[in-house]
């Protein structure tokens, strides 16, 4: 299996490994313990790190759910949480080209929440603004979103505000984009 060495799958087993290496040391870092979870999604930029278990908890069931729904008989579950990706691409391979398109661009947006929850911002600065195209969005951890810096940007942006993008739209646009390339390489 030739996997692209920066997948979602590797930054899964890189987080994994992060999170090995940062033991909790805060009471609020437990949390993940009570019978309680909490309601809002913690994924992206997670300052604590045993918020990490949770996060990697609830983009595993998102992998799932997404492949059942094209799959309804995906085959059994890998043990390694990390395989999870393989065997999403191995169960939806002759699924339609949106479907397909659909879980590239989930598991482009897990590779970046992955990243993200390991501390690994550079992946935000290596994307342009959807609107404007400059280079270098900046991770808003308190937002969870990347904030284009520019400020032409935010001035046609009505407002002054400088725009802001979930990590839903930057996957869109990336595998969009990719798409783009392999259709105008064919013709
Ligand atoms: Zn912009």
């Given at each position: 299996m030739?996997?692209p060495?920066?997948?979602?799958?590797?930054?899964?087993?890189?987080?994994t490994?992060?999170h090995?290496e940062?033991?909790?040391?805060?009471?609020?870092?437990?949390?993940?313990t009570?019978?309680?979870?909490?309601?809002?999604?913690t994924?992206?930029?997670?300052?604590?790190?045993?918020r990490?278990?949770?996060?990697i908890?609830?983009?595993i069931?998102?992998?799932?759910?997404?492949?059942?729904?094209?799959?309804?008989?995906?085959?059994?579950?890998?043990?390694?949480n990390?395989d999870?990706?393989r065997?999403c691409?191995?169960?939806?391979?002759?699924?339609?080209?949106?479907?397909?398109?659909?879980?590239?661009?989930?598991?482009?947006?897990?590779?970046?929440?992955?990243a993200?929850a390991?501390?690994?911002t550079?992946?935000?600065?290596?994307?342009?603004?959807?609107d404007?195209q400059?280079?270098?969005?900046?991770w808003q951890?308190?937002?969870?979103?990347?904030?284009?810096?520019?400020?032409?940007?935010?001035r046609?942006n009505?407002?002054g505000?400088?725009?802001?993008?979930?990590?839903?739209r930057?996957?869109?646009?990336?595998?969009?984009?990719?798409k783009?390339?392999?259709?105008a390489?064919?013709?």
């Amino acid at each position: 299996m030739n996997q692209p060495e920066d997948s979602a799958a590797a930054r899964l087993r890189q987080l994994t490994r992060y999170h090995r290496e940062h033991p909790v040391t805060s009471a609020e870092g437990h949390s993940y313990t009570s019978a309680t979870r909490r309601a809002t999604p913690t994924a992206p930029g997670l300052p604590i790190n045993v918020r990490v278990l949770e996060h990697i908890d609830q983009t595993i069931a998102e992998v799932i759910t997404e492949t059942r729904s094209a799959n309804p008989n995906p085959g059994p579950l890998p043990d390694d949480n990390a395989d999870i990706y393989r065997w999403c691409v191995e169960a939806t391979a002759t699924a339609p080209e949106h479907v397909q398109q659909r879980r590239d661009t989930l598991m482009y947006r897990h590779r970046l929440e992955h990243a993200l929850a390991a501390g690994d911002t550079t992946v935000i600065r290596r994307h342009r603004c959807p609107d404007c195209q400059a280079p270098g969005l900046f991770w808003q951890p308190a937002i969870s979103k990347a904030m284009c810096v520019n400020r032409h940007c935010a001035r046609r942006n009505g407002n002054g505000r400088h725009r802001t993008f979930s990590l839903a739209r930057l996957a869109h646009e990336y595998i969009q984009a990719q798409k783009n390339v392999r259709h105008a390489s064919a013709t």
